[in-house]
Every structure is written in C-alpha cells, then in structure tokens.
C-alpha cells in the first residue's frame, strides 16, 4: 500500500555559520558529545547517553526527509533546509538508532526537546564535502549542494543538529534548528 508524501514545511531558511557555532547556550545538548574517540569500540552502557533510545517511545512508524541546500567554499560551510517531507514506513532498523561508527564528512544528531536525549544520529557525506577540496573552493568559490537526509518520524519537537568534520576529523555544529512534526 502506498502513502502519499505530505510536505510539512514549504521552505524554512535557517543559515548558520561555521564561525557561529561555538555560541550553544550550556542548556542545549553538544554536537558529537554521543561519541568519544574509543566509543565505536566498546558497548554501550545501560543508562548512559550511548544507550539506544526505544523506537515506540519517540517515533512512529514513518520517515521524515530533510530536503537540505549545502552551500560553502574552503572557508565556511552554510545549510539551508528546502523541505521537510513526511514519507512512508520508516524502512531502517528500530533499534540501531544511534550510529556507533561516525562515519562521513558530516553527521545528524535528533535530540527530543522535552527529555534533551539524543534519539537519532547517523554519519553521511555529501558533493560539497568533496568541492571544498578543490581549487575553485579553496580560491573562495562558492556553491550550492541538494542533499536529502531521512530520520525517523518523530512524535514530539525535536532538535535537529547537522556537523561537519574539521580538519583533526573532529565534529563540529553547521546548523541548528527545532522542528516541530504537528506544524
């Protein structure tokens, strides 16, 4: 049986600066603190923050699709959302929620506003990864990327938090934003 997409946000501009990323008020949850160096290593401890969220308690059986612009050079890196799509049956794992790897160039963390949990990370990669390597980007050149990112749909607010890997492979906050699944 099919389901119909619904677009729930026709286009939310949201641009934020690599230079901007260091100003997170202490209350709101850290980018890439859900792994250490050795985390991928070891297992995860009951009650700690690498502890797999329960699919039932914050999703629901659906995809939400971020419809992402990429923009950047060599310097600076910005992320503008198009669209955020409801999709059919979420078609991934229900328990492997949190990414143990961190693997990519860049990486999605979905934290659940009202309890401040991580409850979904995956790592990804994109062309403007690979353009910021080159001569046009490292001369100052900017362009524009579409990249489409999917996460669980979410029952409650979230927070969103996108990061790029500086140059010691370390995460680091490119964009911010809450959304709201009822909007």
């Known amino acids: 049986m099919s389901h119909p997409t619904r677009v729930l ?3 939310l501009v949201f ?25 991928a290593c070891s297992p ?3 009650g700690t923050a690498e502890e797999a969220p329960a699919f039932d308690e914050f999703f629901i059986d659906r995809a939400m699709r971020l419809d992402l612009f990429m923009t950047g050079n060599a310097a600076e890196q910005f992320v503008t959302i198009d669209r ?14 949190i990414d143990p790897f961190n ?3 860049y990486g999605i963390e979905v934290y659940d506003v009202a309890s401040n949990q991580l409850i ?9 990864g690979e353009y910021r390597t080159t001569a046009p980007a490292l001369a100052g050149a900017k362009r ?39 909007d």
């Open 15 to 39: 641009l934020v600066s690599v230079a901007l990323a260091g100003d997170v008020p202490p209350s709101m949850p850290v980018p890439g603190t859900h792994l250490s160096p050795g985390a």
């Open 144 to 182: 524009a990327f579409r990249r489409s990112v999917r996460f669980p749909f979410p029952k409650n607010k979230v927070l969103i938090i996108i990061e790029g890997r500086d140059r010691q492979n370390l995460p680091l906050e490119i964009f911010r934003a809450e959304v709201d699944p009822a």
């Open 103 to 105: 693997n990519g160039r």
């Open 120 to 128: 979904y990370s995956r790592g990804f990669d994109t062309m403007l």
């Open 9 to 11: 946000v026709p286009a």
């Open 44 to 46: 995860a401890v009951p």
């Open 84 to 97: 955020i799509i409801e999709e059919g049956i979420w078609p991934e794992s229900r328990t492997r929620l």
